[in-house]
């Protein structure tokens, strides 16, 4: 082979070798979370990064008595825009924000600049659809630096995976921004954001408490406004409406019984016939008996349990209209399929009397030891 197309090879191969304009993990900070608050005028943007090197250890089954560590940049400036430009020039390595799984909001943020965001977000490529959405009452940055349990990273908490903890026990149906785009400009019906807050009082890690994020309950977001908050109390109606539900529980105090749910099933029928928007319900409830110390009938135990759905349904869906809210989406059933037959306005005049009736079915799976 002659000495010039041995060069001219030697130089295409040179070519092919490696990717010139890829950057090694080490040399980006992966943002695994943002914060959003607005105070003071300004708006305020908090990232969360952490060493996917520590992520990969915890994976792969490595214990350290040393918990990962956690960055917390923070960015604050007139506009969202020049607030996460004011933390990305203060980054000392290119940041990554394609692994961002959470978006913590404040309810200040909730409440008056959400629409900002959404046009921001809109603009940009930083927010995936598939990002789950919280509200942090108070303590954003607190609440982004705990790690989970054992020293393992927030990569494994419920925020950053709720259906783990959800498939067990599904208290609260959650939100991603795909579901919150797509619903925001909707005339009807509700959106629930769940809200967190640090609890220091029911997990100790030795002696001292462990402090963690839980569900304190929800902001109702209706007609792109927040109507209020409510507690996880007074929100378990709602978790009847959610199809994605798996298990739930419930509990009668007085009677000592307690029922295990598993993938409940709700019918919503609209009444086309009559003159204001109605709808009846029907629930088909599946239990496991977890608990009845009394020894109550089967009969008796069915009751309890018509009982209480009933109840957290109707609770649910008052606690809505308090805040002009409809907290269930009954009205979001009319307005796709019987889009003509009432206006908006009555659609969205929800009272007591919309609801006609509660059709609960119970049926007892693995009962035989009990009378």
Known sequence: MKPTKTIIMLIFLLSLTGCWGMKEIQHQIYVTAVGLDFKKNKYYVYFQAMSFSNVAMQEGGASSSEEPPILIGTGKGDTLEEAFDNIQKSSPSPLYFGHISTLFFTPSMLK??????????GRTEVIRY????????????????????????PAFSFTFNPGEVLENDSFVPTITYQNL?????QPVGSILIPSLKVDEKQWKEGEKPKPIVKVSGGYLLAHKKIKGWLSTKELEGINWFNTEAIHLYLVDKSRKVGVKVK????????????PIPQ???????P???????KNISQEKLKNVVKKLVKQQINKTFQKGIDL????????????????????????????PSSIKAIEVNVTL???????
């Open 130 to 153: 598939n990002t789950g959405i919280f509200s942090i009452t108070k303590d954003m940055k607190e609440a982004m630096s705990l790690n989970g349990f054992f020293g393992r990273s």
């Open 324 to 351: 002009d809210a409809d907290a269930l989406n009954l009205s979001e059933k009319t307005y796709r399929f019987n889009r003509y037959k009432w206006s908006l306005q009555e659609l969205n005049e929800l009272t």
């Open 365 to 371: 799976e693995k009962s035989s030891a009990y009378k």
């Open 279 to 285: 709808y009846e319900i029907t629930v088909k409830v």
């Open 263 to 274: 993938n409940p099933h709700l019918k919503i029928n609209v009444l086309k016939h009559s």
């Open 181 to 185: 785009i797509q619903r925001y400009e």
């Open 287 to 293: 239990v496991t008996i977890q608990e009845n110390t």
């Open 112 to 121: 008056h600049h959400l629409n900002e965001f959404l046009d921001y977000a």
